[in-house]
């Protein structure tokens, strides 16, 4: 049972455009979400998160957008730079429970 | 300190070995996780402790034991695991039941 879904497999983006990552989850009790982003061989590094009583918050190039109605949130970077790359894992928690979606892999081009 | 620290970082263990996986952290967290990463995959949630008491067990097979000695230790014992068990284990720790939450490096286990 997915609760947190990525349909996203991969994206490629050119350098300084916007990148726009999709998450959606099914479970209603999730009430904090978040962003990691990962490089391969080390654990998730936390990027950015928001409560469910906000529907964005920003931090530099990265936002994150949460419309609870549609149960989906997602990641705006912008501009896109080539070290953005990597594999971003979407994250809902509640109730001491934390779940991953399958992530996406983005790749920034120079 | 701001970090959640793993040993080892690797492990290479035969089925009858039995072994033991470090996690530490001294943020004050009294939320404490293992997840399991299989490659391209995301993380899998194995166990939650929460104020050094277990309250989640995915369903994961009896050959992992978890132990929490302290609010800032965690271990996770393993015994008589099986090659498909090779994975990268993932620690981490959160303040409370939501929020940000803080992962260790990892350790990758090779089971032969």
């Known amino acids: 049972d997915q609760q947190v879904k990525q349909n996203s497999p991969s994206l490629s983006v050119q350098e300084g455009r916007i990148s726009i990552l999709n998450c959606d989850y099914t479970n209603s009790m999730f009430d904090y979400f978040l962003w990691y982003k990962k490089y391969p061989a080390e654990g998730p590094t936390f990027l950015i998160s928001i409560s469910s009583i906000k529907d964005k918050n920003e931090d530099g190039r990265f936002t994150v957008f949460l419309n609870k109605s549609a149960k989906h949130l997602s990641l705006h970077i912008v501009p896109s730079q080539p070290g953005d790359s990597a594999v971003y894992f979407c994250a809902a928690s509640g109730g001491g429970d934390m779940r991953f979606g399958a992530g996406t892999r983005l790749t920034v081009k120079p | 300190d701001t970090e959640v620290t793993q040993t080892p970082k690797h492990l290479v263990m035969g089925m009858t070995n039995k072994k033991s996986l470090k996690c530490e952290q001294h943020?004050?967290?009294?939320?404490m996780y293992w997840y399991k990463q299989k490659a391209k995959k995301p993380p899998e949630l194995m166990f939650v402790y929460s104020y050094e008491k277990l309250s989640i067990n995915e369903s994961v097979p009896s050959r992992f034991s978890p132990e929490c000695p302290n609010s800032s230790l965690l271990n996770l014992h393993l015994h008589a695991l099986q090659p498909e068990d090779s994975a990268l284990y993932l620690c981490?720790?959160?303040?409370?039941?939501?929020?940000?939450?803080?992962f260790g490096s990892g350790t990758r286990l090779t089971v032969v």
């Open positions: 981490a720790s959160s303040q409370r039941d939501s929020g940000g939450y803080t």
């Open positions: 943020m004050g967290h009294r939320a």
